[in-house]
């Protein structure tokens, strides 16, 4: 019942942010990845592992890069068919196309239709643990779960909680929202690979009374997930400031309510204040980043530096943001990562940006036990790319695979830069193969 897989590999073993890049980052020329049961059993060079595993057949994977697979911290599913959707910030984006869209995930069999190409899309890019929002509707979330295990995916996902500055179609009530997030969270969480977010859209859909009960529960169920959208836009930001005059801040509005806690995730936090800083680091708490959709949205510029700083470090992963974010790639949402870094004055390196991508999106999960590289024991989710994937990839990276850290490191950067969905071979969950290109 072994596997072994035999290319090069790139992984992390710690973070590229605050240890030296040589000691965080693991590559292997020529490695043997073997996989039982699907997790990993074994892993090391070619030379190492050679003859402990000489008498199974190895399947290989000459000229090619094996990673972990991405995770992408911040998705929406409903959002799928909406992407591309022209010319408004935030707010009228959601009033204009954002709601009526969702409106539609009301119908069981659509939101199945709609998972099942999401899921796919996800696979061939190579995501294959993703944070994801569902609609308002319970039946929205059964749907993408369903999908996803049938898959035998590691999802987290939760039902969209909204009683208020959004059309009636679209809300439940403080209530409701509590009692079928109850009952999703016990039809669901630990089934299997899949787990539960408590998900208040954000602060301005939600009443004082929802953003309590979305604390109870998180009070009765401590390992669930929390997840929302934070100080994204400045409009944004000022509304909440209006809607709730007893707050410190926007972060303050969730604080109050109990929702800033470890397992909590926050999408953008694009106008976050030194302050909020440094009490999502004092909680533990994660911030998704993502570039794709804040330069969209023309949110603004998310100050990653600022976040893994050492004095207020904070746990950040990638997240697409789809259907705000413009491309369902990892590799593409790291190029734009790349740029927005770039127009603060700041360096992202291929190794932090991956680390993003794959590691750290695992520590922003809690998921690094079980997801983020190749240690022993963890799960065998991973991909194999193809690092001259096109014509113009095959001759910038015409002399791959490399030996050197250095020579590495400029390879990763131009998988970063010009990959997306072509330069993903395959996709592996739990040492099985569920995406192939060719
Ligand atoms: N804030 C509240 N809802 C949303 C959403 O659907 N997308 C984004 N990008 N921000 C939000
Ligand atoms: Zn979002």
Not at 87 to 96: A, D, R, T, V
Not at 321 to 345: H, R
């Amino acid at each position: 019942m072994l596997k072994v897989i035999r290319s090069s590999f790139l992984d992390f073993i710690d973070d590229p942010f605050y240890t030296s890049e040589a000691a965080s980052v693991r590559y292997l020329e020529d490695g043997l990845l073997v996989i039982e049961n699907g997790k990993i059993k074994d892993f090391g060079t070619y030379e190492q592992l050679q003859e402990k595993y000489a008498g199974i057949d190895a399947i290989a994977y000459p000229d090619k890069l094996i990673m972990p697979g991405f995770i992408d911290t911040h998705i929406h599913y409903p959002q799928t068919a909406m992407m591309a959707a022209y010319g408004e910030q935030l707010l009228e984006w959601l009033s204009k196309y954002t709601f009526p869209t969702e409106a539609k995930f009301k119908d069981k069999n659509y939101a199945a239709a709609i998972a099942t190409v999401f899921l796919d899309e996800l696979l061939k890019n190579g995501t294959t643990t993703a944070l994801v929002f569902a609609a308002v509707f319970p039946e929205s979330v059964d749907a993408f779960f369903e999908e996803a295990e049938r898959r035998n995916l590691r999802m987290i996902a939760g039902k969209v909680m909204m009683n208020r500055n959004a059309p009636d179609f679209l809300l439940d009530t403080a209530q409701s929202s509590y009692d079928e997030t109850k009952a999703l969270i016990e039809k669901w969480h630990q089934k299997g690979r899949l787990l539960y977010a408590v998900t208040p859209r954000f602060a301005i859909t939600s009443t004082d009374e929802q953003l309590d009960l979305a604390g109870k529960l998180l009070s009765e169920f401590p390992d669930v997930y929390l997840h929302t959208h934070l100080s994204e836009n400045v409009n944004e930001v000022q509304f909440v400031a209006e809607l709730f005059p007893n707050s410190k801040g926007y972060l303050d509005v969730y604080d109050q309510a109990g929702l800033v806690k470890e397992k909590s995730i926050f999408a953008h936090g694009v106008q976050l204040t030194e302050q909020e800083f440094k009490r999502l680091s004092e909680t533990k708490s994660a911030i998704s980043f993502c570039p794709t959709s804040n330069l969209f949205l023309g949110s603004g510029l998310f100050k990653l530096h600022q976040a893994k700083s050492t004095e207020t470090p904070v746990k950040v992963g990638l997240g697409t943001d789809i259907g705000a974010g413009t491309s369902f790639s990892l590799l593409q949402t790291a190029n734009e990562a790349y740029k927005v870094v770039q127009l603060q004055g700041e360096k992202l390196s291929s190794f932090k940006a991956l680390f993003l991508a794959t590691l750290g999106g695992a520590r922003a999960l809690s998921l690094e036990d079980k997801l983020g590289n190749f240690e022993i024991g963890k799960e065998a989710d991973f991909i194999v790319l193809d690092p001259k994937a096109t014509p113009a990839m095959a001759l910038r990276n015409a002399d791959f695979p490399v030996k050197t850290l250095e020579d590495i490191a400029d390879k990763a950067f131009a998988i970063m830069i010009m990959g997306d969905d072509r330069t993903i071979e395959v996709t592996y969950i739990m040492g099985e193969i569920a995406y192939q290109s060719i």
